[in-house]
């Protein structure tokens, strides 16, 4: 299973980015989706997850109510509409898949995308 990461860039505080992960590659039936990120000398943080079988999502307090999760099984993508960015949002941001659980821990997830590097600028 591959995952591709995209739509990271550069972007003024208060601006807004859609990341996009999608699979491919032998069949896999993901049971979570989620999205982490990492800043150099930090730990990978937990960002939001999504589950495949009732669309239920989860949010880190840090961005709750600016980030939205959301899939579309057709095109295998979960994408995260990112909102009232901030520099604190800044960081790679990674995707990762999870045939089992849905969970906030990366050691849970089975695949991971290579990452998105998100700036904002103050």
């Known amino acids: 299973v591959q995952l591709q990461a995209s739509g990271g860039g550069l972007v003024q505080a208060g601006g807004s980015l859609r990341l996009s992960c999608t699979a491919s590659g032998a069949t896999f039936r993901p049971y979570a989706t989620a999205w982490f990120r990492q800043t150099p000398g930090k730990e990978r943080e937990f960002v939001s997850v999504i589950s495949w079988s009732d669309s239920s999502t989860t949010y880190a307090d840090s961005v709750k109510g600016r980030f939205t999760i959301s899939r579309d099984n057709a095109k295998n993508t979960v994408y995260l509409q990112m909102n009232s960015l901030k520099p604190e949002d800044t960081a790679v941001y990674y995707c990762?898949?999870?045939?089992?659980?849905?969970?906030?821990?990366?050691?849970?997830?089975?695949?991971w995308g290579q990452g998105t590097l998100v700036t904002v600028s103050s």
């Open positions: 990762a898949v999870s045939g089992r659980v849905n969970s906030y821990y990366g050691y849970e997830y089975d695949y």
